[in-house]
């Protein structure tokens, strides 16, 4: 059975290296932290100190022929050495939440994908992890972006530097959002299969 | 299901076994199977008709409809 279905066994044996790597920069991304919450001498925390911000307007010193010149709506890493650790660490839990999402992800992915292989197609469970998937994109869309958001608000609040407006908005991909929409539907579409095939079968 | 199927007790009037009538309908076991536990979800009129055949019977002797009060 599973030789016919050539394309969906290569695509699984790339999820399977996917998943791996998935687990792998997981594993990094929890030394790495750790590392960066104890201040280990390895890792530079002052590098770390610059993130991104949103800037509403930068208003430059010199001014040609009289005009005001400034820079407006723009995004860039902010630097600076007394910034607190607790920016550090809500970025750490950013990454955090987009590397769990994208992991579960994968491994319904990777299940689906077994199922496939084996040519159970229209199977509930099918269904159910499409689903999940679509809960996950909706997540990975809302979450980060979210986090992101708070950030930005909170420099915004706490960091006041002349000729420089700070500025906090959600940037949410709603191309990710109709993605999941339509993973809603396509799940639909596999339990309601898989009530018919079950139906089918039991006509006797 | 208040729908019950009473082919085991056909199957003893006439004598016949399980195999026998797989045999003679061409149905599978497991497929009759189903159909004696009450676990099937609909019956054929082609199967329904072969079975009555091969059973002499009526389609009310080997389906009939109790209560679901009277089941629990």
Redesign the interface.
């Known amino acids: 059975m599973a030789n016919k279905f050539p394309f969906i066994k290569s695509i699984n044996f790339v999820l399977q290296i996917i998943w791996y790597l998935q687990l792998l920069f997981l594993f990094a991304l929890i030394v790495v932290s750790v590392l960066i919450i104890t201040d280990s001498p390895i890792v530079d925390r002052y590098k770390l100190k610059g993130f991104r911000v949103q800037f509403q307007r930068i208003n430059l010193d010199k001014s040609i022929a009289g005009s005001t010149i400034y820079l407006s709506n723009g995004e860039g890493r902010l630097h600076n050495t007394k910034t607190g650790d607790k920016f550090i660490l809500y970025r750490i839990f950013s990454v955090f939440v987009d590397a769990f999402l994208y992991t579960l992800i994968v491994l319904w992915l990777k299940k689906v994908f077994k199922c496939l292989e084996s040519g159970d197609f229209f199977i509930r469970k099918n269904g159910v992890y499409i689903k999940r998937i679509a809960y996950a994109v909706i997540g990975i869309t809302l979450l980060p972006d979210l986090i992101d958001y708070f950030i930005n608000l909170q420099v915004a609040n706490v960091l006041k530097i002349d000729n420089l407006i700070f500025k906090a908005r959600l940037n949410f991909d709603f191309r990710s959002l109709f993605l999941a929409l339509l993973l809603f539907v396509i799940a639909k579409v596999f339990i309601k299969g898989a009530e018919i095939k079950e139906e089918n079968d039991l006509t006797i | 299901m208040p729908i019950i199927t009473n082919l085991d007790v056909m199957l003893a009037k006439r004598k016949m076994s399980l195999t026998e009538l797989s045999e003679r309908i061409g ?1 599978t076991m497991a ?2 199977s ?2 004696k536990k009450g ?6 009129f082609s ?1 329904l008709d072969a079975i009555c055949k091969v059973l002499e019977c009526q389609p009310g002797d080997i389906l009939s409809f109790v209560k679901e009060e009277d089941i629990k």
């Open positions: 149905i497929n009759l189903i159909l676990k099937a979800k609909a019956i054929r199967t």
